[in-house]
């Protein structure tokens, strides 16, 4: 650990940490794309039951990397990295906290992320950050997307820091959305793919970001196949959050509209005991996990639907050029 580190950034993570219920298990230099140093930070649930400071039984901890002479001293940044660390506690209980699904049905886990972001090195006035994202289905396909994330310098006006607790949501969010317009292709190798966060993203008039409009029927079937997945077939039956910020960002809703869909379908006669609700978490029950024929069907479907498609009759010649 060099002396930077030893530093007001490492008491301030700290301290911000134990707020949320996290404890700091180590504290590492690394570097950036350009080889620039930075501060990693690796950060697990408080009270574990291991041998292993703050790394819980399942190996579940949260690694964070930000720029070494960052500060989060102002009002704004420590109450954005306060809200993003106890989130990342809650985030962590699930059994794979890297894991999110799509609105199309596919089960992602997001990781390899090189924060923070880094200047374009083609000319463009960009920020990138270069990250993977992998099929996370249980199954041996293998598939996955490498992804270069990025923002415009307009959109960086916004962002109160460019570091990973300011910009972790949208950036995996825009992700989601790249995927759900079929624009995001996953291959067992293959070149890094763009995937562009512009201020569409984002109100101005509201001051927050905007992905996709969704309905109650749309999130409480984002929540099931949620539930399914992370719980049912990654999670062997583990219960998983269910308010998560990130989710309410991505469906335009918000937290405590996500438990309410969660309730209804857990307590309402018409729900049909699909999932077990324990507070913000909710496991499957083997009535969901028997619907496992759709929700592959809603996968190969949304796999498919990122694949090229070819205009058959311009290939044959049909068409007029």
């Not at 002396?3 to 490492?10: C, D, F, K, P, R």
């Not at 500060?71 to 809200?83: D, K, R, Y």
């Not at 335009?252 to 309730?263: I, Y």
């Not at 499957?284 to 796999?303: F, G, I, S, V």
């Amino acid at each position: 650990m060099t002396t930077a580190l030893n530093s007001t950034l490492v008491s301030a993570l700290e301290a911000a940490a134990a707020q949320a219920g996290l404890v700091l298990v180590s504290a590492t230099e690394g570097s950036d794309f350009h080889g620039r140093p930075t501060a990693v930070f690796l950060l697990g649930l408080a009270g574990a039951r291991t041998g292993l400071i703050g790394v819980d039984a399942g190996g579940r901890t949260l690694k964070l990397e930000l720029t070494e002479g960052f500060v989060f001293g102002t009002t704004e940044l420590l109450a954005t990295m306060t809200a993003y660390l106890a989130a990342q506690a809650r985030r962590l209980r699930n059994p794979r906290p890297d894991c999110c699904v799509t609105l199309g049905g596919l089960p992602l886990a997001f990781g390899q992320f090189q924060w923070p972001f880094h200047r374009s090195t083609s000319g463009a006035d960009t920020y990138i950050v270069h990250g993977e994202v992998h099929l996370a289905d249980g199954g041996a396909l293998n598939l996955h997307a490498k992804v270069a994330a990025s923002v415009t310098l307009t959109f960086a006006e916004i962002v109160p820091a460019m570091e990973q607790p300011y910009a972790e949501s949208f950036v995996y969010n825009a992700v989601r959305k790249v995927v759900d317009q079929g624009q995001l292709e996953f291959l067992k190798s293959g070149n890094r793919q763009p995937v562009p966060v512009t201020t569409r993203y984002y109100s101005r008039w509201q001051k927050k970001f905007l992905f996709t409009e969704t309905t109650d029927a749309e999130r409480l079937e984002y929540l099931l196949c949620k539930v399914y997945w992370l719980s049912g077939v990654l999670g062997a039956g583990a219960p998983v959050w269910i308010a998560d910020p990130m989710d309410a960002q991505y469906l335009n809703t918000t937290e405590a509209d996500l438990l309410r869909m969660a309730g209804a379908e857990s307590g309402h006669a018409a729900g049909e005991g699909l999932i077990r609700l324990e507070g913000e978490f909710a496991a499957a029950t083997p009535l969901l996990l028997a619907r496992a024929p759709e929700y592959q069907a809603r996968l190969d479907a949304a796999l498919n639907f990122t694949k090229p498609q070819f205009n058959e009759s311009m290939r044959a010649g049909h068409a007029n050029m």
